[in-house]
């Protein structure tokens, strides 16, 4: 038996609480939380159907009639497999330590198990080893390195005239489905940066010598009312790591995806994967500022999976 069990936890689905109730047990889950998440019913409320929130697969806890602490369910199906994403775990602080983030966790991946999930992502600041450990003991595995980074104003000379001398491959565009059909493609992503939940992405291609597909990046462009570009951001991006020149072809998708390189804008990363050292190095080259750095951790809810 944990600290948790021994609680006088009530626990219930988020569809059965009020929006008043939904956004005190966030702002009280997220209290002293390393960046400040808090949020009024105004914002809360478009949230859950930005994110895809599932409230009757969402669950919520209180003690004595106290919010005690939640975890946000989202889901959708990709190509008809059903895909749950952890959005957002909190305990009060007033109950944390007793084991409730682990039971709330438990509760969570039976609710996603009977809603049909196959499995479920999220994502974990790399330093809550407390959130870690209680998403290891419900199932979750650390599978990926993610980065958030940014920088503004125009690349590096060095960068761009680096680009100019990778020309040599053509560069072209496809939407963001296509970019999941190619065979090196990256399906183990944050939530935040997956394929299926930006129609609106560019995707872009970069092909061999061959005219084969050597590369591919994943990017968001937002433009100011004057049609100028005010802000790239990266969501993927990724080489074939079969390919000799895998390193010429990931610099080409780079300079691609934040391109123009010399243009006065903001440029920025989302939850971008790390597992290839080499997107890091040319980051850090470009000038890019880490802001924040978590994993990503995927739980299996079907036997045989995994």
Not at 23 to 49: A, C, H, K, Q
Not at 58 to 66: I, K, L, N, R, T
Not at 86 to 115: C, D, H, I, Q
Request: hydrophobic share 40%; glycine share 10%.
């Amino acid at each position: 038996m944990t600290a948790g069990d021994s609680l006088p936890i009530q626990i219930r689905s988020l569809a059965d609480c009020t929006f008043n109730q939904a956004v005190e047990l966030w702002n009280l889950g997220f209290s002293g939380y390393y960046s400040d998440m808090s949020m009024t019913l105004e914002s809360f409320i478009p949230r859950l159907g930005r994110e895809s929130i599932r409230p009757e697969l969402s669950v919520a806890a209180f003690v004595d009639g106290e919010p005690a602490g939640f975890v946000l369910v989202a889901m959708k199906k990709v190509d008809g497999v059903p895909i749950a994403w952890n959005g957002g775990t909190g305990v009060n602080p007033k109950f944390r330590g007793k084991g409730l983030a682990k039971r709330l966790m438990l509760e969570a991946v039976e609710a996603m198990k009977r809603g049909g999930a196959v499995s479920c992502v999220l994502e974990v600041v790399q330093k809550n080893a407390g959130a870690i450990a209680a998403y290891e003991s419900s199932g979750f595995q650390i599978r990926d390195g993610l980065i958030g980074a940014r920088r503004t104003g125009p690349l590096p000379d060095e960068i761009r005239e680096a680009a100019q001398k990778l020309r040599e491959y053509p560069i072209g565009q496809a939407k963001p489905h296509q970019l999941a059909k190619l065979p090196f493609f990256r399906h183990e992503t944050a939530w935040s940066a997956a394929w299926f939940n930006h129609p609106e992405a560019e995707g872009i291609l970069v092909f061999d010598k061959d005219g084969a597909v050597g590369a591919y990046a994943l990017v968001v462009r937002r433009y100011d009312d004057e049609g100028k570009l005010a802000s790239v951001t990266l969501l993927q991006c990724a080489a074939d790591p079969s390919r000799a020149e895998r390193k010429q072809l990931l610099h080409a998708a780079l300079a691609a995806a934040f391109g123009p390189l010399e243009e006065d804008c903001r440029r920025a990363t989302d939850n971008l994967s790390t597992s290839d050292p080499e997107l890091a190095q040319w980051l850090t080259s470009a000038g890019f500022e880490t802001v924040y750095t978590q994993y990503l951790m995927i739980a299996e809810l079907r036997e045989g999976q995994g």
